[in-house]
């Protein structure tokens, strides 16, 4: 077991996690479970980061200048259950000495399965059909009853190629025959495009008026804070459909109201929300929205991998090895 003079690493784990995980955690560490499983206040981080050499956060965990304003912590690393750490303020903790690292890889099919999910529920009206039928007003097939767009052979947009927008065209390339069109903010090496027969278009503006659907896989935080705004929004078909799994500051969530309402995109489909838990009520209103909580890593075995990929970090971390998924 990794140890620091020959005790073991002290170490904070903000929501309960799976049971494995904790069980293999408790073992190496001195591990200390938040049984409340409620997300910490800025104050709470201020007390951890004195009195833990590593704090385990989630992306419920608000890690920017408030909770970070401490002189001297005890705290070497943070390191992230979940893959998306804009919730972190990287620069505070880099000026802390303190290290982050995140759990890249073995989420990505389980996230880009749940915007495939998005994407077919959205396109062929899955829940407003759902709704219907648990309201008991369905009154049986008509060939004119919740028609919606078909997805197979479509143009997919995808806004962010990193690993989750890949394992998002692999699908939807080889399953659905699509043709995916690229945004990203470096080049994507050409035989990384040609496994998905992909273009990769010079700007998001160029590329949004040629979609029939647009799946964002980019990083939150506040460089693509509204990223799809209004302006953006009507470049987008006015049949066309917008799929978020990335964060929910990458919309502007009263612009994308007001498209659906107005009927000026075909559609959405939501898994993150600015602000989440809480939910701007006008989204409520759309019908041509389908919403989910949150659930893109949501499966045992990929939180489960998760667990053990924090675990990996730690130990590397806490033995004096670079950890493999250091972001900061
Ligand atoms: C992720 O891994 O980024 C999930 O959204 C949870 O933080």
Same mark, same amino acid.
């Given at each position: 077991a990794p140890a620091i003079m020959g005790r073991k690493p002290r170490v904070l784990v903000t929501r309960r996690w799976p049971a494995a995980v904790e069980a293999a955690l408790a073992e190496r560490f001195e591990a200390v479970f938040n049984t409340a499983d409620t997300p910490l206040a800025p104050q709470d981080f201020r007390q951890a980061l004195a009195d833990f050499d590593a704090i385990l956060p989630t992306?419920?965990?608000?890690?920017?200048q408030e909770s970070l304003a401490i002189d001297q912590p005890r705290t070497r690393l943070l390191a992230n259950y979940g893959v998306g750490f804009s919730h972190i303020d990287t620069a505070s903790a880099r000026s802390l000495g303190i290290a982050v690292t995140n759990t890249p890889d073995v989420l990505s099919e389980c996230t880009a399965d749940i915007a495939m999910t998005l994407m077919l529920m959205v396109a062929r009206r899955a829940a407003e059909g759902e709704r219907e039928l648990r309201a008991g007003q369905w009154t049986g097939w008509r060939p004119t009853h919740l028609v919606g767009a078909k997805v197979s052979g479509k143009v997919l947009g995808i806004v962010g190629f990193g690993r989750i927008g890949q394992a998002m065209a692999q699908r939807a390339h080889h399953g659905f025959g699509m043709r995916i069109l690229v945004q990203n903010r470096s080049p994507v090496p050409a035989e990384v495009l040609a496994r998905y027969d992909a273009e990769q278009v010079d700007s998001l503006d160029a590329l949004l008026p040629r979609c029939d659907f647009v799946s964002l896989h980019c990083p939150g935080g506040a460089g693509n804070? !509204? *990223?799809?705004?209004g302006r953006r929004l009507d470049l987008m078909k006015p049949d066309a459909f917008l799929i978020n799994?990335?964060?929910?500051?990458?919309?502007?969530e009263h612009a994308l109201a007001q498209a659906l309402m107005f009927n000026l995109i075909g559609g959405a489909g939501l898994?993150?929300?600015?602000?989440?838990?809480?939910?701007?009520?006008?989204?409520?209103?759309?019908?041509n929205l389908v919403m989910l909580p !949150? *659930?893109?890593?949501?499966t045992r075995e990929t939180r489960e991998a998760m667990g053990f990929r924090v675990l990996d970090n730690l130990t590397d971390f806490f033995d004096g090895r670079e950890p493999r998924d250091r972001v900061a």
């Open positions: 992306v419920t965990d608000g890690l920017g804070r !509204h *990223l799809i705004d799994t990335a964060r929910g500051e990458v919309i502007n898994d993150v929300y600015d602000g989440e838990p809480r939910v701007a009520p006008v989204l409520l209103d759309c019908d !949150h *659930l893109g890593s949501a």
